[in-house]
């Protein structure tokens, strides 16, 4: 958990730069809540973003020790497509620890993820830059 929390300072910044109209700002985020909220990357168990979301609003280097919220499901290797929410990019890996193959979606992305990433994304964190 090398990462710190984004801060808020750092959230109002992006958000005057962007020119988003954020008006509860970060805070309102709520990650791993099973509500993909402004500011997270939720990560879907099927594709064309239905079914369970995994919505991260932090990195995560490992999700075997996550379920989807709400349910006794693994989100490890069980997701297939992607919505991003956040400003920020967000890096997916096939392995723990950032680990394996490596894609990357930008600040808005939605689709579903291709054959490497289908089903076995296994970390993920956000970045400023892409890969
Ligand atoms: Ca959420
Ligand atoms: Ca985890």
Not at 21 to 34: Q, S
Request: hydrophobic share 35%; with cysteine.
């Amino acid at each position: 958990m090398g990462f710190a929390r984004k801060s808020t300072l750092l959230g109002a910044v992006l958000a005057a730069v962007l020119g988003l109209t954020m008006a509860a700002g970060p805070a309102g985020a709520a990650g791993k809540n099973g509500s993909l909220e402004s500011g997270e990357f939720g990560l879907y168990y099927l594709t064309g973003q239905s079914g369970w979301v995994f919505d991260l609003y932090v990195s995560d280097s490992n999700f075997a020790d996550d379920n989807f919220p709400g349910t006794g499901v693994s989100a490890d290797n069980n997701t297939e497509s992607y919505r991003n929410r956040d400003s920020f990019w967000w890096h997916v890996f096939t392995g723990a620890g950032y680990t394996g193959s490596h894609g990357c979606l930008s600040p808005g992305y939605v689709g579903n993820a291709s054959a490497t990433y289908k089903n076995t994304i296994s970390s993920a964190y956000y970045s400023s830059s892409s890969c």
